[in-house]
């Protein structure tokens, strides 16, 4: 069974940072490509960031370029989410994925495996 448990959510103040973390089970976790996905209130799912599973380069929304940074922990089958300098405009649920899929990363169509989401509100 496959399972992707995402945690480190929570309350922060804007500029502050929080960083998450996806813990995966149940698949070739070196062989998926992991991506982060956020989706906030009355809104579509979003692209946030992704690493791929071939040492490829890490991508990223335009709109978190430069604040977040994903990494990967293969030996432990986790991948990470640091978000710094948050603004309101971050406040969402944030979702990891898993895919065998290097192309499509960004679209949410890629992925076959979800987690439940983890609350992140920033207070401005």
């Known amino acids: 069974q496959v399972q992707l448990v995402e945690s480190g959510g929570g309350l922060v103040q804007a500029g502050g940072s929080l960083r998450l973390a996806c813990a995966v089970s149940g698949l070739s976790f070196n062989w998926h490509s992991l991506g982060w996905f956020r989706q906030a209130v009355r809104k579509d799912r979003e692209f946030v960031g992704a690493?791929?599973?071939?040492?490829?380069?890490?991508v990223y929304a335009d709109s978190v370029q430069g604040r977040f940074t994903i990494a990967r922990d293969n030996a432990r089958n986790t991948v990470y989410l640091q978000m710094n300098n948050l603004t309101s405009e971050d406040t969402a649920i944030y979702y990891c994925?898993?895919?065998?899929?290097?192309?499509?990363?960004?679209?949410?169509?890629?992925?076959?495996?979800w987690g439940q989401g983890t609350q992140v509100t920033v207070a401005s």
């Open positions: 994925a898993a895919t065998r899929n290097i192309v499509e990363m960004r679209s949410t169509a890629a992925y076959e495996h």
């Open positions: 690493v791929p599973w071939n040492d490829g380069n890490t």
